[in-house]
């Protein structure tokens, strides 16, 4: 990533840096994003109107001496990316990183892949594809470890499904979710009689799941007692249900997930070592969301168009603005590719209509985003902060008044307005020489809504 510096002193030995004297530089070094000092709007406009004269594809981001958000707000109109205030440096530094997470290629791997439901392009799950690949035909177990939501079912699934056993079932059970005085009759099964209520056998997972594949999620809850009969059952690989005298010879492989740090509960005596070196055969580590380059937008891209076709939207909504996917980029997610689903979900449920924006977003979203997230919520038209660009409304309102009168007959409103729309589209196109990124740009909208437009008005 090559950054550029106009009227302004800065020097990062991780990312190629120069210093930006003349703006016809820009074009010879290849500068992907350009910093400018610049507090006034005057000296902004100018020198945009360079970039846009010599059809620079660079991207902009503003250095303020002050944060002055009617001045913020029409830079950001202006299609700046973000902006940057005091501590200039540290500000700086957070940004220069954020923006290489989005903008290194070579950091990503150039396929998208769709591994057994799991959609990926960050190298970390494509290792984490590689590993299911190599050790699913082995009837080993299996440890998956990972945060709260980062898809560990449905790598044991995919697992299974790699898997000679994949036409047998697939069991799960989660460990956490069903009651200690349950969980060892739902696991090995009972005999009619052999407590108060045991009014007819019970057949457990585990001889449910013979020839297949038991994946017991949540490991790190199992009660210790528990663990023992567990522990005994791969080591011998037979069943005995409660009540019964002989135990049942079953082929089970296991997999078995958690999301808590197992050294931690052997060191504090509430998980056995010896089942956790039977379970740790093959480990495989999901990385969290956030660690996964490139994978935010490609994941929000996906449940959006998921939602949007089972919510009968995909005529009604765009998609998901620049800005909306760099705040996700952004955020922690703590919850995960479970959250994002959710999140993108909810989203779709909500909008009405065109993209979504970084003000449809949730507050939380903004909790730790500092400057950069307020920039990107100033920057939409939906979040009631039209006073901050009031001036520019009166211009256009004035230019208006001046080409635009209403007769004693009256005027065709519907008509004027069509025609006001082909002509500043058609205008935008002859400025851009008939690029439509740069059309839409001009614009203030987004290229996908632009080739609507275009296709509505039968100029494409």
């Not at 996917?325 to 952004?330: F, L, W």
């Not at 003000?359 to 039209?386: H, K, Q």
Request: charged share 30%.
């Amino acid at each position: 990533m090559k950054v550029g510096f106009y009227n302004f002193n800065y020097k990062n030995s991780n990312f190629e840096v120069y210093k930006i004297k003349d703006i016809d530089e820009l074009q010879k070094k290849d500068i992907d994003y350009l910093f400018i000092f610049a507090d006034n709007e005057q000296e902004f406009q100018n020198i945009l109107s360079k970039l846009f004269t010599q059809s620079l594809e660079v991207k902009f981001i503003p250095i303020l001496e002050r944060k002055n958000l009617k001045l913020i707000s029409k830079f950001l109109s202006m299609g700046a990316v973000t902006f940057i205030s005091e501590p200039y440096v540290e500000n700086i530094e957070k940004n220069l990183l954020l923006l290489s997470k989005i903008d290194k290629p070579e950091k990503l791997s150039p396929f998208v892949e769709e591994f057994e439901g799991i959609i990926a392009k960050s190298n970390k799950m494509f290792d984490v594809f590689s590993t299911i690949k190599k050790v699913a035909n082995s009837s080993s177990t299996v440890l998956i470890t990972g945060s709260s939501g980062t898809g560990k079912e449905l790598v044991a699934k995919a697992l299974h499904n790699r898997s000679s056993r994949r036409d047998k079932p697939f069991v799960p059970i989660n460990c956490g979710a069903i009651p200690e005085n349950l969980l060892e009759s739902e696991l090995f099964g009972f005999a009619k009689g052999s407590f108060t209520g045991a009014n007819s056998n019970k057949v457990g997972k585990l001889q449910i799941a013979d020839k297949g594949t038991l994946f017991l999620d949540e490991i790190g809850e199992m009660p210790l007692q528990l663990q023992v009969k567990l522990l005994r059952f791969l080591q011998e690989g037979e069943v005995q249900p409660i009540g019964f005298d002989k135990p049942i010879k079953v082929d089970v492989r296991v997999v078995a997930a958690t999301n808590k740090n197992l050294g931690v509960l052997i060191k504090n005596k509430l998980f056995r070592e010896d089942l956790f070196f039977r379970l740790n055969v093959i480990h495989i580590d999901l990385p969290d969301l956030k660690d996964r380059d490139g994978d935010i937008m490609l994941l929000a891209e996906y449940f959006f168009k998921k939602f949007t076709k089972k919510n009968q939207k995909e005529e009604l909504l765009d998609g998901i603005s620049d800005e909306a996917i760099y705040i996700m980029e952004n955020y922690s997610w703590n919850g995960n590719v479970r959250e994002l689903e959710n999140t993108i979900e909810r989203l779709v449920i909500l909008k009405d209509s065109g993209s979504i924006l970084p003000s449809d977003l949730p507050a939380r979203f903004f909790d730790n985003f500092d400057d950069s997230a307020e920039s990107l919520a100033i920057r939409n038209e939906d979040n009631d902060l039209e006073s901050l660009s009031s001036d520019r409304n009166f211009e256009e309102k004035e230019y208006l008044n001046s080409i635009i009168k209403i007769s004693n007959e009256g005027i065709d409103l519907n008509n004027i307005i069509e025609n006001l729309e082909t002509n500043l589209i058609i205008q935008a196109l002859e400025k851009a020489g008939g690029v439509k990124e740069k059309a839409a740009k001009l614009l203030n909208i987004k290229r996908t809504t632009l080739i609507e437009k275009l296709k509505r008005k039968n100029l494409m």
